[in-house]
């Protein structure tokens, strides 16, 4: 018997709770579902991003880098702005591949995010 996978979570390792957290619900313009100082949740109709921080645990996991979140956005230069307006360090700037509108950041972690919108 096979199984499809399914992806129902993804989760950042971030330093800093509450300065991740701030950001994310600027960024998804959405309140954290659930938050600690361990882990913090923002559910989606298919997926939750999780924010996570190892340090609790007394995990060494390095934080930022770790994943590329893929994020798609309504309007590319809305967000763009947005996360500028945060002091984001843009490490892919705006560019068009093939469909796709597309982006990367650094985020308050030092994460990378990419965000991306499909032209119609």
Known sequence: MSMKPQIKAIYLAVQDMDRAV???EDIF???VSSKDERMSSFDFDNISFLLFNPAIDAEEVASG???VPNIEV???NKMLDLVK????EIVMPLEKIETY???QIKDT????IEFYQTES
Do not use: A, H, L, R
């Open 74 to 76: 309504e309007d590319i």
């Open 101 to 103: 509108q597309i982006f």
């Open 22 to 24: 701030k950001f994310y």
């Open 109 to 112: 972690e030092g994460n990378i």
């Open 65 to 67: 880098n770790n994943v």
């Open 29 to 31: 313009d959405v309140k």
């Open 85 to 88: 307006s945060k002091n984001c």
